[in-house]
């Protein structure tokens, strides 16, 4: 009887545990966000400079640490006119997915939040206009991409650090990678390459 009882108890702790694990799965954090997808043209516009092609259709993709990267590329009169791409990072309860424009003066031309399920009133402000204008302008390269309290450039949201966090983190993965490839990218619009800018790197 002690026997049947006991196996009884383990069954029950057995089906407490599963559940619990069911329950507690959904709040860890993933280990690679999900892919990207292709980004629509009306976005690109609102992070890219006036042009006169078709970015959606103009892109180029590198690898780095098994990660695809897509870059949209911007012409105007055939000239290189600017480059956008997809970035994300963890924030306090999702992925973050953001969208970066860079201009030909190496500047952010603007950001915008592709998607992101953050706690309402809080991480969700990531996508308001105040935050997300305070990235545009600024030197892609030697701005520090962080929020002010971490020494960095961006005033971050309160209550929503963590969110503020992984829009920066997003923005930085992003740049890094576009810094390495810079000349390629420029070279889907001008196959003989483009000078940089003076005094960019």
Known sequence: MRRTRFVSCLASVGILATV??????????????????????????????????????????????????????????????????????????????????????????????????????????????AFRAQFAGKDAAKTPWATRTRGGAIDAITGATISSDAVLAAVRAGLEVYHKHRDAIRRVIEPAGLAAPAGTP
Not at 85 to 111: D, H, K
């Open 20 to 129: 619990a694990i069911v329950v507690a799965a959904p709040q860890g954090r993933p280990q690679t966000a999900p892919p990207v997808g292709p980004v629509p043209a009306n976005l690109l516009a609102r992070v890219l400079p006036a042009c006169d092609n078709r970015p959606a259709e103009a892109t180029v993709t590198f690898t780095e640490d098994g990660k695809t990267w897509t870059f949209y590329v911007a012409a105007k009169n055939r000239r290189y006119a600017g480059v956008a791409f997809a970035s994300s990072a963890w924030g306090y309860s999702s992925f973050i997915r953001v969208l970066v424009g860079v201009n030909t003066n190496e500047a952010v031309q603007g950001i915008e939040i592709l998607e992101q399920q953050e706690t309402r009133g809080l991480g969700t402000r990531v996508a308001d206009d």
